[in-house]
C-alpha cells in the first residue's frame, strides 16, 4: 500500500501533504548545493543543514502524541511512522554526505566517530534510527507483540537527547538553535510526565499544558545562566534578566516559551470550537467505554428485580 493511502486504502490528504513535505528540505539542499547557495565550504553545510533535519523531524514525530491529544485530532497519529522513517532517511544522507567529506575513507570515518565524543554520539543515535526504522511495519508490531515493540520505540526519547546533546557539541559557536532544540525537547518529554502522572483517560489539562511551557522557558533561561556563568564567569543574574527580556533580541527561552503558550492558546481554541452537544456526546462514550461491564451474578439480579416502572407495566 502507498504511504500515502489510510487503512481503509483511500487516499488521505493528510498523509499526502505530509509525504510530499518531507522531500522539500533534502530538495531545497540538493539545488542549493547544485547552484552554489551553501557559501565557501558547500558540503560541510550541506551535512549541517541535513543534520538539522534529522533533529526537527525526530521532534515533529515526538510532537504528534501532545499536539493530537491538545488539538483534539486523531487522525494526526498517521503520519508519526511516516515523520519517523524520513528522520532516518535523512540521518543516513547526513552520515553518507560526512562520509563523502572524508573521501570516503571509512578508516578515518570509523577511527573520527571512536575518537570524537560528538561523533561517537551522533553515531549512536544513528543506529538507534536504524532499529526504530527496522521495526517499524506492521509486521514487525506482530511479531514482536504490542508491549515489546512499545518498549523498543521508547527508545525515541533516548535517542532525541543523544541528538540534542550531539548538536550543541557540534555547534561550538552558535549555540542558539541548539539551546531552542533543548528547551522543546524539555516541553516534549516533560508533557508525557505529565500525562503519565496526572493525566485523564489519555489528556492532559491545558493549565498544566501552559504550566509546562512556562517551566520549559524558565528552565531553559536558567540553563543558559548557568552556562555562561561556568563558561565566561557572567553574573548569574544579569544573564538571566537579559534571557528573559528582549532588549538584546529574542532569546532561545522566549521562543520556547511562545511556543509552548501558542500550543496551550490552540487547544484553548479548539475546544471553544467543539460544539458542547458533541463534547456532551464525546463524554458520553468515554464513560460508557469505561463502565464495567455487569457480571453475569448482577445480570440475572436485574431480571429478577426489575425497576418498579417496569414492574407497574
Not at 153 to 165: E, K, M, P, S, W
Request: include cysteine; charge should be positive; aromatic fraction near 10%.
Amino acid at each position: 500500500m502507498y504511504p500515502w493511502y489510510d487503512y481503509g486504502g483511500r487516499v488521505s490528504p493528510l498523509k499526502l501533504t505530509v509525504f510530499v513535505a518531507l522531500f522539500v528540505p533534502a530538495t531545497w539542499v540538493m539545488f542549493a548545493y547544485a547552484f552554489g547557495l551553501l557559501g565557501a565550504r558547500p558540503l560541510n553545510e550541506a551535512i549541517h543543514q541535513i543534520g538539522l533535519w534529522t533533529i526537527r523531524l525526530i521532534f515533529l514525530a515526538l510532537a504528534v502524541t501532545p499536539l493530537r491529544q491538545i488539538l483534539q485530532w486523531p487522525r494526526l497519529i498517521l503520519v508519526r511512522r511516516m515523520i519517523g522513517v524520513a528522520a532516518f532517511a535523512y540521518v543516513l544522507i547526513h552520515f553518507s554526505l560526512y562520509t563523502a567529506s572524508e573521501a570516503f575513507d571509512l578508516g578515518k570515518v570509523a577511527t573520527e566517530i571512536v575518537l570524537r565524543i560528538y561523533l561517537t554520539i551522533g553515531f549512536a543515535a544513528l543506529l538507534g534510527l536504524a532499529a526504530l526504522a527496522a521495526t517499524s511495519t506492521d509486521g514487525m508490531v506482530r511479531r514482536l507483540g504490542g508491549k515489546r515493540w512499545q518498549l523498543l520505540h521508547r527508545l525515541v526519547y533516548a535517542i532525541a537527547v543523544l541528538a540534542v546533546i550531539h548538536y550543541c557539541f557540534q555547534s561550538k559557536l552558535d549555540r542558539w538553535e541548539p539551546t531552542i532544540m533543548a528547551g522543546l525537547l524539555f516541553w516534549l518529554l516533560g508533557y508525557r510526565l505529565l500525562l503519565w502522572r496526572f493525566g485523564v483517560r489519555e489528556h492532559l489539562a491545558l493549565p498544566w499544558v501552559a504550566g509546562l511551557s512556562l517551566a520549559a522557558g524558565l528552565a531553559i533561561a536558567l540553563g543558559e545562566a548557568v552556562y555562561f556563568g561556568l563558561a565566561f564567569h557572567a553574573p548569574l543574574m544579569r544573564v538571566l534578566e537579559t534571557n528573559l527580556s528582549l532588549v538584546t533580541g529574542i532569546r532561545p527561552a522566549v521562543i520556547v516559551l511562545a511556543i509552548g503558550l501558542a500550543v496551550t492558546a490552540a487547544g484553548v481554541l479548539r475546544a471553544a470550537l467543539i460544539p458542547a452537544e458533541k463534547r456532551r456526546t464525546r463524554s458520553a462514550v468515554r464513560r460508557q467505554a469505561h463502565a464495567k461491564p455487569l457480571s453475569a451474578k448482577s445480570k440475572m439480579s436485574k431480571l429478577r428485580n426489575p425497576p418498579v416502572s417496569a414492574r407497574r407495566r
